[in-house]
């Protein structure tokens, strides 16, 4: 038995493993993808991310068939009219052959169509029970504020953007305000796309090497661990060797410490220097504009029940 560590998404009750299983260039006919995804939900892993721009929900549907599994896909910037959201959600439901999608995201932002008549199809899926959760990736901070104001009654769960201990923008200020909203932040490219195991990146390989001697796990292991020690990560590696899946959920049963976390913040320094006084000025801005827009919501649901 692996020992899992579960997280909440968002403020939904709904517990997500900290690492789950990511699809991106898997071919919609692989059974190698098949049964890596089905290894990972038999050692205890319960979700998968795909795309409709992935093309390959058929195979993400075959693979989940008969597994209790929480499926997260999303909706592609060309589909942002109110008419695209609907029909690109009806296309991915009859390609994953289910009834309901968990989780649907806005892929990318797209400037050219109103967030509103985009955030309008998206409450609309819920009401039809078409989906249940609604996320959005790759938003900054403005962007998903943005989002949750353009709704009347939904919240933003979550938000999927890159994060691995070699691309950490997410730590300038998108970490802070998710952890204070209780919303998910979902590690997308966590093993920097395979880079991390490129010979370039000796250096720092090493450092994670000395740290997973400590514990027996591999880099891989310790790289993935990094991530989810912040309260509101969880990961989405990809891997169609089941023996990587395998690895990769081993990484949710052991924690560094701070220290380790400190080594590791080191990797990459150069470019992802802290400026600390700034960030968190723009933080409190932001802080406020969300609990602004969150309250407009609960006015208005205390409306409609009064
Ligand atoms: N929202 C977005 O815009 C966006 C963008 C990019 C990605 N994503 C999502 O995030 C997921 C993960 O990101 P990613 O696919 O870009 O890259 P990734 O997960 O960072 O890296 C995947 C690569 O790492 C290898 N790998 C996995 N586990 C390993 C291990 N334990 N040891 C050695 N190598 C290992 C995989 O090899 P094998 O496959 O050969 O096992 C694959 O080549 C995607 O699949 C997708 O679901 C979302």
Request: charged share 25%; aromatic share 8%; with cysteine.
């Amino acid at each position: 038995m692996h020992k899992l560590m579960y997280k909440e998404l968002g403020r939904t009750g709904e517990k997500l493993t900290a690492i789950g299983l990511g699809t991106w260039k898997i071919p919609d006919n692989s059974m190698e993808g098949i049964e890596a995804i089905r290894a990972g939900l038999e050692n205890g892993i319960n979700h998968v991310d795909t795309a409709e721009m992935y093309a390959n929900e058929r195979m993400v549907g075959k693979a989940v068939s008969g597994y209790d599994a929480f499926i997260a896909t999303k909706v592609s910037p060309n589909h942002f009219h109110y008419d695209g959201v609907i029909s690109s959600c009806k296309e991915s439901l009859s390609r994953l052959k289910v009834k309901q999608i968990d989780l649907y995201q806005l892929h990318w932002p797209n400037k050219r169509v109103p967030i509103e008549e985009t955030m309008r199809a998206m409450e609309e899926l819920v009401k039809r029970g078409w989906i249940r959760y609604i996320g959005v990736s790759n938003f900054s901070v403005p962007e998903m504020i943005e989002a949750q104001e353009a709704m009347k009654r939904e919240e933003i769960v979550s938000n999927q953007v890159e994060y691995s201990v070699f691309v950490r923008d997410a730590e300038d200020e998108l970490l802070s305000f998710c952890e204070k909203e209780h919303i998910t932040l979902t590690a997308y490219s966590p093993l920097a796309r395979g880079g991390l195991f490129e010979d370039k990146y000796k250096e720092e390989r090493s450092k994670l090497e000395n740290i997973g001697s400590k514990y027996g796990k591999t880099i891989a292991q310790v790289a993935l661990n990094y991530l989810i020690c912040h309260k509101p990560v969880i990961a989405i590696p990809k891997a169609i060797e089941k023996a990587h899946v395998i690895e990769n959920l081993d990484s949710m049963s052991f924690a560094i410490n701070g220290a380790e976390a400190e080594l590791i913040n080191s990797i990459g320094a150069a470019t992802h220097r802290k400026l600390a006084g700034r960030f968190a000025n723009i933080f409190l801005k932001h802080t406020s504009a969300w609990a602004a827009a969150m309250q407009k919501i609960e006015e208005r649901r205390r409306e409609k029940g009064a």
